[in-house]
C-alpha cells in the first residue's frame, strides 16, 4: 500500500522559511514524478511545483511560488522535499504531496496523495 506522508508545516512570519518533507513508501519511487499542491481556506486545490521522475532533471513551479520555492528530490531516501523562502500571508494552505507514475502533470491528475500538513504565515 503505498503512502505519502508529509512533515514540516508550522505557523511562520512573512517573510520566513519553512521545508516541508514528504517521505513516500513506494518501492519504485525513483519511476514516479512527485509535486505539491496546496489547498486554502474556501479556495480550489492548486498546483505548486512538480519534480520528473529519475534524477528530478526537470523541475515545475506556479507563477505565484517561481523564485521562492525550490523543490528536489532522494531516490535513495525516497523522500521529496519543498523549500519555501519568502513566504506571504497568501502561502497560507494545507500542503499535499503527490505522486505519479513517471509522468509530471500541473492538473490533479496525480496517483497518489499525501494527508497533507498544514502552513500558515502570519503578516
Known amino acids: 500500500q503505498v503512502q505519502l506522508v508529509e512533515s514540516g508545516g508550522g505557523l511562520v512570519q512573512a517573510g520566513g522559511s519553512l521545508r516541508l518533507s514528504c517521505a513516500a513508501s513506494?518501492?519504485?519511487?525513483?519511476?514516479?514524478?512527485a509535486g505539491w499542491f496546496r489547498q486554502a481556506p474556501g479556495k480550489e486545490r492548486e498546483f505548486v511545483a512538480a519534480i520528473t521522475y529519475s534524477a528530478g532533471s526537470m523541475k515545475y513551479y506556479a507563477d505565484s511560488v517561481k523564485g521562492r520555492f525550490t523543490i528536489s528530490r532522494d531516490n535513495a531516501k525516497k523522500t521529496v522535499s519543498l523549500q519555501m523562502n519568502s513566504l506571504k500571508p497568501e502561502d497560507t494552505a494545507v500542503y499535499f504531496c503527490v505522486a505519479r507514475w513517471m509522468q509530471h502533470t500541473t492538473t490533479r491528475n496525480w496517483n497518489y496523495w499525501g494527508q497533507g500538513t498544514q502552513v500558515t504565515v502570519s503578516s
Open positions: 513506494i518501492r519504485t519511487f525513483s519511476n514516479y514524478a
